[in-house]
């Protein structure tokens, strides 16, 4: 059974920066690409970023182009999302989720599977 559990959120001043983390657990991890998701309230799940098997190719939505940073850390079954220049609307609690190889570079959520319990980050002074 497939299970991601994201960590790392929290409240930080706007311009400053945050590392999420998503760890699997119960499955070949390195068979699935992953991607980074955010809500915010009364808004829809958006993409955010996602990161192909091996960890050698990301794409990104354009709002967080050039601030964010996705990587990925086999031996360890981890994904982190390094976020940086983070600004108000930013804020969201963020979910990653696994698809197959063949769906890399999608951002929709319906190709998704296995969502994590999510975390919030909150941009504020």
């Known amino acids: 059974q497939l299970q991601l559990v994201e960590s790392g959120g929290g409240l930080v001043q706007p311009g400053g920066s945050l590392k999420l983390s998503c760890a699997a657990s119960?499955?070949?991890?390195?068979?699935?690409?992953i991607g980074w998701f955010r809500q915010a309230p009364g808004k829809g799940r958006e993409g955010v970023a996602c990161i192909t098997t091996t960890g050698d190719g990301a794409k990104y939505a354009d709002s967080v182009r050039d601030r964010f940073y996705i990587s990925r850390d086999n031996n360890k079954k981890t994904v982190y999302l390094h976020m940086g220049s983070l600004k108000p609307e930013d804020t969201a609690v963020y979910y990653c989720a696994a698809t197959f190889p063949h769906m890399y570079g999608t951002l929709h959520k319906a190709d998704f599977h296995s969502w994590g319990q999510g975390t919030q980050v909150t941009v504020s002074s």
């Open positions: 119960g499955f070949t991890f390195d068979n699935y690409v």
